[in-house]
């Protein structure tokens, strides 16, 4: 086991600080690249199901105002069904 007691670190501003201090600005985005990679796809994904869910719910009339616009409530839920 590891005793971590009495290990805190210095705390956010602290390691920014240390971080712009070893690695200069730059360091503060080391590894963004590779997160945004991973990001970006899923983020895509999700809006193009929205966007599919909230058609589907305007073509069939569910939670639709009588303008023809899909209410807040039904983007909700299509949006909790897209992930």
């Given amino acids: 086991t590891v005793d971590f007691r009495g290990a805190v670190g210095p705390g956010l501003f602290g390691s920014w600080?240390?971080?712009v201090a070893a690695e200069g600005v730059r360091g503060l985005y080391r590894?963004?690249?590779p997160s945004l990679c991973g990001i970006?796809?899923?983020i895509g994904?999700?809006?193009?199901?929205?966007d599919v869910l909230k058609r589907k719910?305007?073509?069939?009339?569910?939670g639709?105002?009588?303008r023809g616009d899909?209410?807040?409530l039904a983007k909700v839920a299509c949006g909790a069904l897209a992930g």
């Fill in 40 to 42: 970006v796809p899923y």
């Fill in 45 to 50: 994904i999700d809006f193009a199901v929205f």
């Fill in 57 to 62: 719910c305007a073509a069939r009339g569910v």
């Fill in 64 to 66: 639709v105002d009588s």
């Fill in 70 to 72: 899909v209410t807040p």
């Fill in 17 to 19: 600080r240390q971080i």
């Fill in 31 to 33: 590894g963004i690249l």
